[in-house]
């Protein structure tokens, strides 16, 4: 078998572990979590000023119910360009999401991650809680991507740091 070929029938390997991990993950906890961040999104919704806030719930709550093979990632690190949620209203907002709504997505999460660790199969389900966990305490900003584009965003922003700490532009 050629290099290619042998890259080819890892890719597939890789992405059939992530729809078994993604439905195991669904049925065992994927549904709960992901059903509570849509239910933050819609008490955000209704309040009309909580809409900027929803748009994040309902982004992340997707990534929630499938997050095997995907990413949440800052949209500036991402764009290369900051926008209205990266700034300074981004920080605001995720101080008052981190009071109203991330403190109890996060609890929860948590409290998943232990539940599976008790186990040695659900470690990695507990792994994916504990990153949630962390999306929790200040979404906005933040956008769900393929770990393929994930990887390469972070592997784009350290070959420019190296550059730069070279004096190379």
Known sequence: MDAAALGFAQAQKEQGMRAIGNIIWFVFGG???G????????????????????????????????????????????SGR???????????????????????????HVCSAVACCLTIIGIPFGIQHLKLAGIALAPIGKTVVSS??????RRFHADATVRRMRGVA
């Open 148 to 153: 393929d584009v994930a990887e390469a965003s």
């Open 35 to 78: 059903l509570g961040w849509w239910l933050a999104g819609l008490l955000a919704m209704i309040t009309i000023v909580g809409i900027p806030w929803a748009r994040s719930c309902f982004v992340i709550g997707t990534f929630a119910f499938f997050p095997f093979g995907k990413e949440a990632v800052d949209r500036e690190e991402l």
């Open 31 to 33: 549904l709960v979590m």
């Open 82 to 108: 900051g926008d209205i949620g990266t700034g300074i209203f981004g920080t605001v907002g995720n101080i008052i999401w981190f009071v109203f709504a991330g403190i109890w997505l996060a609890i929860g």
